[in-house]
Structures are given as structure tokens and as C-alpha cells.
């Protein structure tokens, strides 16, 4: 049984401000002003583990190559040093580099999976047009 006093925010005597209903609580239980739900969470300006991963491939390292010091990044060198371990002989390595080159589309495996194509910057311009004029006009 209702009074006639109950509101639809389930106060008496008080008619609601907005309507209550999904994820709009009744006001008596918002947060209350300068309450902070979560105090001791992530500080402003704490970086995630994607802009650390970035920094940290992006900042330079100095190497020696052929008696000469230059300055790199890390992510240079690591790709460096990926494929110097694969004309090594590393499988891993070599697997990795490899499946680089084809997700940069710098080579195409054949169907057989035996043969590989490099495939150069015309090729990819002429692909490209090809692309382009199929996809305006289907009959040519």
C-alpha cells in the first residue's frame, strides 16, 4: 500500500527531481560533493603500459657499428638484432622477421607456400590503381 506522501524516488513527501530508473539512482544515494568513489586509484599523470612500451622503444641507446658510434632507438636496434639472429641462424628469428615482411605486405607468399615475392613500390602503385578502377567500375 502506497501513501499518498511516497514520491517515485521512494522518499516521502518529496517529489523527484528527474526520473529514477536504470543507472539514474535516487539523489538521496548519489555521491556526495568532493567524494571521490575510487581515492587511491590511478594518480594523474601515472602513465599505462602502452605509453611506456612506446617511450621506452623510442628512447635512444648508442651502439658501435663498424668503429663508429651513432645513436639509435631501441626499437632500431632490437629489429637490427632480430635479423642479425636470424642470418645466424635462429629460427625463431628468422620466423619473426619473415612474418614482418608480410604483414608490412613487403613480400607475398604464393599459394603453395614454397615461393616468396618481393614486392616493390611500383608494384605496389600498380596494384593499387588496379584496385582503385575495380572497385569504381566492376565491368572493366
Known sequence: MSNDNDSANGM???????EVG???P???????PGNNANPRGRP??????????RDELQSELRVNEGGKTRKITKLDFIVKNTINEAMKGDHK???EVLKW?????????????????LIT???EAILAAYIRRKTIDPTS
Open 121 to 123: 613500390e611500383a608494384d
Open 12 to 18: 516521502p513527501g518529496r517529489q523527484p527531481d528527474y
Open 22 to 24: 536504470f543507472k539514474k
Open 44 to 53: 594523474k599523470g601515472a602513465k599505462n603500459r602502452k605509453t611506456i612500451v
Open 26 to 32: 535516487p539523489k538521496k544515494y548519489h555521491f556526495k
Open 93 to 95: 628469428a628468422r620466423m
Open 101 to 117: 615482411a608480410q604483414q608490412d605486405r613487403l613480400l607475398v607468399v604464393s599459394d603453395d607456400g614454397n615461393s616468396v615475392q
